[in-house]
């Protein structure tokens, strides 16, 4: 029987979509296949006012032989493929942009291993895309294709898909500033129902989260001072805009993170409180009954001699010594806890 091989989500050749621009009014994306864009890669001389875009699963062992055989994309962009996790950057090399972008998965659950890394490839008319894992915000960038979103360039297309991952963003930190806002909503009610390993998982995923969404700003830098001459003037405005608004994000997870770490502080301190009061009420029983254990010890022993015995109110002046012992040792207790306050 013929096993039917793994598609990953995408075709034999490992890719998921491709998109043709400048030929339909408007600039909307047109679908083609991967016999359709070689076919346009072998004459886009032809095509000056298009450019394409297509985009690869990495899963699927076929996309990289695909590109190497198609495609003459810079060195730096196949070795970006293999490198570690690294924050997310966009530099130029061959006059080619080579953005490496990490992004959230498309069902994030505020796990640490729910991020993952989308590599590009962007020049004038052509834009690589690759992943091994869905991401929200490519999946929010080809929806936005598919129903019929104008694209001027290849560069917007970048500059669209950073915008998508803000947005991303932005809702994820609204979730967690909700949760927050929760957390300290319980804490000025006095209900301390929440434990500070949950408030540091969340902060952790928050702080791997800024570190590797934000761009790397050496390289953003000198991309902004001096782009690629085919990138237009109004990209390069949008991308520099695009950057600043992503910026403003990573500063609210920068406040959230702040605050997180102010409330675990709150919390800490609360419990602390708590285990002392118990630690105070434990220190007061044992002190109460220090005097009558004490002599209860002693008018126990089996031994002639024991004081009072033979009086008819011995009983009495027992119980007055303990009592006054007793209140001795409460009084001494309670001042020290006051003098400690």
Partial sequence: MQQTPFSYGSDASGLV?????GRAQ??????????????????????????????????????????????????????????????????????????????????????PSDISTLWLSVDKQVVISARRKPLRAIDSLRNAVRNGEPIRSSVELLIHLLRDQADALIKIVRHAIATVDGIEDNLLAGKLNTKRASLGELRRVLVRLRRLLAPEPAALFRL???????????????????????????????????????IQ????ALVNEGNNHSLFVLTIVTVLALPINIIAGLLGMNVGGIPLADAPHGFLVVVLIVASFTAIAGWLAFRRQRDLR
Avoid at 17 to 21: A, D, E, I, R, S
């Fill in 224 to 262: 902004l001072q001096r782009p690629p001459r085919w990138v237009a003037e109004i990209d390069a405005q949008e991308l520099r805009q695009s950057t600043e608004e992503f910026s403003m994000v990573l500063a609210d997870m920068a406040s959230l993170q702040e605050r997180i770490k102010l």
């Fill in 265 to 268: 502080e709150e919390i800490a």
């Fill in 17 to 21: 979509c491709g998109y043709v621009f």
């Fill in 26 to 111: 408007e600039g909307v994306g047109v679908p083609l296949n991967a016999d359709e864009a070689c076919a346009w890669l072998e004459h886009r001389d032809l095509h000056p006012s298009e450019f394409i875009w297509l985009h690869y699963n990495l899963a699927n062992t076929a996309s990289e032989k695909w590109l190497n055989e198609h495609l003459s994309l810079p060195e730096e962009f196949y070795e970006s493929l293999h490198e570690g996790p690294r924050s997310t950057r966009i530099e130029v090399a061959d006059n080619t942009l080579i953005a490496v972008v990490n992004d959230v998965l498309h069902d994030f659950s505020f796990d």
